[in-house]
């Protein structure tokens, strides 16, 4: 068993080698730049990042806590309205982790969008969407790498072959148009919780739940 997973792990590095002495130089310098700018922006929405998570999550608690102490149906559907918060809040926060590992390793993260490149079978397209990011980052960073990624014709199977950049594949379809999807559902979720755990709150202190 362990003798077949050091022939996988072997295959599969050989594999990357491969696709990556395909980079050509022009391939090589975008994909540099895109992650340079990637990385950058990334670590500037470290703190705004977490603040959108943390913001909520004492109102998830206190619904999930009175949703507890409440009776009956009502405090069942207080706790099951917390604990959806809860997971939306936790995906969230696990997708943030995973692109912040991404881009901990910059050069890691570079050879890999170069890969991403040579394997689309359309590099002058792919390579122009890098191009577009390497020109200019920003907060909305995630929404601009959605914006130009949906303008490119890329095939079922390269989107795919992606998911095996264990770095690149967070800025790249469809991971990219999840990642959007939390960070939006996480900004409403501020407001939303709020609400929610105010509601329950008057609820308990009226007696009605």
């Given amino acids: 068993m362990f003798r077949q997973s050091r022939n996988l792990g072997s295959q599969t590095n050989q594999a990357v080698r491969g696709l990556t002495e395909k980079i050509d130089g022009q391939t090589a310098d975008v994909a540099g730049r895109a992650a340079k700018t990637i990385v950058v922006a990334v670590r500037l ?3 705004p990042t977490a603040a959108v ?7 998830i608690v206190t619904t999930l806590a009175l949703g507890w102490l409440a009776d009956g149906a009502d405090g069942l559907v207080i706790l099951l309205a917390g604990a959806a ?3 939306v809040n936790g995906l969230y926060w696990w997708r943030r982790h ?7 390793e910059p050069d890691q993260l570079a050879t890999e969008l170069g890969i991403l490149v040579s394997m689309s079978g359309k590099v002058d397209e792919t390579r122009g969407v890098l191009a577009q990011v390497a020109g200019g980052g920003g907060w909305r960073i995630m929404n601009r790498l959605r914006g130009a990624w949906s303008s490119a014709h890329l095939a079922g199977h390269w989107i795919e072959g992606v998911g095996d950049l264990k770095r ?11 990642t959007v999807t939390l960070a939006i559902s ?9 609400v929610v755990a105010l509601f329950v709150l008057v609820a308990t202190a009226a007696g009605t739940v």
Avoid: D, Q
Avoid at 53 to 59: D, H, M, T, V
Avoid at 98 to 104: G, H, K, L, S, Y
Avoid at 168 to 178: C, D, E, N
């Fill in 168 to 178: 690149a594949r967070y800025f790249a379809p469809p991971k990219i148009g999840t």
């Fill in 186 to 194: 996480a900004l409403w979720l501020i407001p939303v919780s709020i």
């Fill in 98 to 104: 995973r692109i912040m590992t991404a881009v901990a």
């Fill in 45 to 47: 929405l470290r703190i």
């Fill in 53 to 59: 998570g943390l913001i909520s999550l004492p109102f």
């Fill in 85 to 87: 918060m809860a997971v």
